[in-house]
């Protein structure tokens, strides 16, 4: 995944939900416990860590039992002196106090604990790249210190490969609709990081790369889920498991929701979106041009899915005057560059929702040569009256330019394919004239109907009528 590569654009939560939601998530909610928490008699190591006799009550004030207490403990302290929920005062004396931050939990907006869950969220993501505690320990020399060479462990290249995987996380899961519903089986996500895309059929050493994957993304996943970016149902235990120990219950092997199954939770598209951001991708959501001009709107929505087309146009004219609207639409609908005919089609589909309020604006250009043949499909469809007849070559240059916006909104789809097979069926004698059309897009439309139609005799038709658009256009 380059920094070039097209993303989705995504609909996300409100924030004051988002907000919410990251309020309550176990890691964020625990970590502000102690902060809080936090006074006079608290003391933490040269690392900012709270010292190891401290961990007990805070487990206790957390309300955690069992073996891993302490440790969740630990966790969560090291979150909120990340996040800036906790100060250190004294390195040498190891005193502490409340961090600013730690207020806008309370008293900020929503965008402001969003910005401390951010925070929270990186500390996790660095915390998840770090070799697990087994490896940590098989690499301690005979002082007690950790031998980083005996580690098969590139820092950089770890975090490299949790960001590829989440980055294909929000790829496969992330849509105009939100995140939704939808789980990705772990062994796929590993295989989307090791499987060359060329390769059909995975090597055994392919294989076991992923296999290895999948068990650092299982570790890593139950790290990530506390802090409410992923909803995440673990590898099954049985799995690891002796292969010659009988198994305590029957085992299917078909099962794939045994070896891993993770979600995107809205709360994690939302700081998924925020880090691709940050990293420099083009992230777009739903809502980014609702306060841009009509320019703005036709272009950037050209790449995007219908439905999030719909949306962000809904919100792009709920903030503004319907007839005013339908002006400044038909005003940047115009031009010859090659997105013309998209936002001209996008234009037509914004003048729909605004409805008849729009048809003063609508009749003013029924003469303008670009959007007289829309106006007038417009107000038929409208039901309006007194809607003047197009002329033949209005028809034509009409066909052409819509031909084109589909090309481009949709590329050689069937839904495509079918228009271009009635229409050829429809006019017989289209190639011969439609070759002649004044369109910057004449001959790229007239190719593309050569490729689609299936009929061999018609498609040689419109390659010949191609050839001849562009030794017309001048090469």
């Given amino acids: 995944m380059s920094d070039s590569s097209p993303l989705p654009p995504v609909r996300l939560h409100p924030e004051a939900e988002l907000a919410r939601d990251a309020l309550s998530t176990p890691l964020l909610s625990r970590a502000a416990l102690l902060a809080r928490r936090a006074g006079p008699d608290t003391r933490v190591d040269a690392g900012g860590a709270l010292v190891e006799e401290q961990l007990p009550a805070a487990a206790e004030a957390?309300?955690?039992?069992?073996?891993?207490?302490?440790?969740?403990?630990?966790?969560?302290?090291?979150v909120a002196v990340d996040a800036g929920l906790v100060e250190v005062v004294d390195e040498e004396a190891g005193t502490v106090t409340a961090g600013e931050d730690l207020a806008l939990l309370t008293a900020g907006a929503p965008h402001d604990v969003l910005a401390v869950w951010l925070a929270a969220l990186e500390a996790v993501?660095?915390?998840?790249?770090?070799?697990?505690?087994?490896?940590?320990?098989?690499?301690?020399?005979?002082?007690?210190?950790?031998?980083?060479?005996?580690?098969?462990?590139?820092p950089e290249a770890e975090a490299e490969f949790l960001d590829g995987v989440l980055g294909n996380l929000y790829l496969l899961t992330a849509s105009e609709d939100g995140p939704g519903d939808g789980t990705v089986p772990l062994p796929a996500?590993?295989?989307?990081?090791?499987?060359?895309?060329?390769?059909?059929?995975?090597?055994?050493?392919?294989?076991?790369?992923?296999?290895?994957?999948?068990?650092?993304?299982?570790?890593?996943?139950?790290?990530?889920?506390?802090?409410?970016?992923?909803?995440?149902?673990?590898?099954d235990e049985a799995l690891m498991a002796?292969?010659?120990?009988?198994?305590?219950?029957?085992?299917?092997?078909?099962?794939?929701?045994?070896?891993?199954?993770?979600?995107?939770?809205?709360?994690?598209?939302?700081g998924l979106r925020a880090r691709l951001q940050e990293a420099g991708f083009d992230a777009p959501a739903v809502g980014?041009?609702?306060?841009?001009?009509?320019?703005?709107?036709?272009?950037?929505?050209?790449?995007?899915?219908?439905?999030?087309?719909?949306?962000?146009?809904?919100?792009?004219?709920?903030?503004?005057?319907?007839?005013?609207?339908?002006?400044?639409?038909?005003?940047?609908?115009?031009?010859?560059?090659?997105?013309?005919?998209?936002?001209?089609?996008?234009?037509?589909?914004?003048?729909?929702?605004?409805?008849g309020q729009a048809e003063p604006a609508v009749r003013e250009?029924?003469?303008?040569?670009?959007?007289?043949?829309?106006?007038?499909?417009?107000?038929?469809?409208?039901?309006?009256?007194?809607?003047?007849?197009?002329?033949?070559?209005?028809?034509?240059?009409?066909?052409?330019?819509?031909?084109?916006?589909?090309?481009?909104?949709?590329?050689?789809?069937?839904?495509?394919?079918?228009?271009?097979e009635g229409l050829a069926q429809q006019h017989g004698g289209f190639f011969a004239a439609a070759w002649?059309?004044?369109?910057?897009?004449?001959?790229?439309?007239?190719?593309?109907?050569?490729?689609l139609h299936p009929d061999k005799r018609i498609a040689k038709e419109a390659r010949k009528a191609a050839f001849k658009a562009r030794s017309q256009q001048g090469g």
């Fill in 62 to 78: 957390l309300g955690l039992t069992g073996e891993d207490a302490a440790a969740y403990a630990s966790e969560a302290w090291r």
């Fill in 125 to 154: 993501l660095a915390e998840a790249a770090v070799p697990d505690l087994d490896d940590l320990m098989e690499a301690m020399d005979e002082g007690g210190q950790v031998d980083f060479s005996k580690l098969d462990w590139n």
């Fill in 189 to 235: 996500l590993a295989a989307s990081m090791i499987v060359p895309g060329d390769m059909d059929e995975p090597t055994n050493d392919v294989l076991e790369q992923v296999s290895d994957a999948m068990m650092r993304l299982d570790d890593q996943f139950r790290l990530l889920e506390p802090i409410g970016i992923v909803a995440y149902r673990p590898v």
């Fill in 436 to 451: 002649r059309v004044d369109h910057p897009a004449t001959a790229d439309v007239l190719e593309a109907m050569g490729r």
């Fill in 365 to 420: 250009v029924l003469d303008d040569p670009e959007l007289g043949g829309l106006a007038r499909v417009w107000l038929s469809e409208l039901g309006a009256s007194d809607v003047p007849a197009p002329s033949e070559d209005l028809v034509f240059w009409l066909t052409v330019d819509t031909l084109a916006a589909q090309l481009a909104a949709e590329g050689n789809s069937e839904e495509l394919q079918a228009l271009v």
């Fill in 242 to 270: 002796d292969p010659d120990e009988e198994p305590t219950a029957p085992l299917d092997d078909t099962d794939v929701s045994r070896y891993g199954m993770v979600r995107l939770t809205p709360l994690g598209l939302y």
């Fill in 288 to 355: 980014d041009l609702a306060d841009k001009g009509a320019d703005a709107l036709l272009d950037g929505s050209a790449g995007y899915g219908s439905r999030a087309a719909l949306a962000e146009t809904e919100l792009w004219l709920a903030r503004r005057e319907p007839l005013a609207a339908a002006q400044e639409l038909l005003a940047a609908a115009r031009g010859s560059d090659p997105g013309a005919p998209l936002r001209r089609l996008r234009c037509q589909q914004a003048l729909s929702l605004v409805g």
